[in-house]
């Protein structure tokens, strides 16, 4: 898919530096650097996903150039949509992780 996208922006020469990964740093066709974070499903759209706290402080600290790729109905029927900036901004995040510790 990144490779696609690459290759439709009219610089193919650079495919081989896109890596499929769930999350990559590349650049624009433009020039500007892009963040992106890909999170896939096979259910619906609106279905949950989990997100690390090291990626929602990069899309705070990279706000403008992060973009979160999120693949739904995978198996049957793929679909994409795009979220861009900030994930406290544009989803609710509710924490589910925790830190043990011996006591």
């Known amino acids: 898919m990144n490779r696609a996208a690459v290759a439709i922006g009219g ?3 650079i495919t081989g ?13 433009d020039g500007r650097d892009r963040f992106i974070e890909v999170k896939t499903t096979a259910y619906g759209k609106q279905v949950p996903f989990f ?6 402080m990069v899309s705070q ?5 992060y973009h ?3 693949v739904f109905r995978f198996r049957d029927d793929p679909r994409l949509f795009t979220l861009t900036g900030a994930l406290n901004q544009i ?11 011996i006591a």
């Not at 997100?51 to 929602?56: K, M, P």
Request: glycine share 4%.
């Open 91 to 101: 989803c609710n995040l509710s924490p589910v992780q925790f830190v043990a510790r």
């Open 51 to 56: 997100v690390s706290q090291n990626e929602v």
């Open 11 to 13: 610089r193919e020469g």
């Open 17 to 29: 530096l896109v890596y499929l990964t769930s999350g990559c740093f590349c650049d624009t066709t």
């Open 61 to 65: 600290n990279y706000s403008d150039h």
């Open 68 to 70: 979160l790729y999120r």
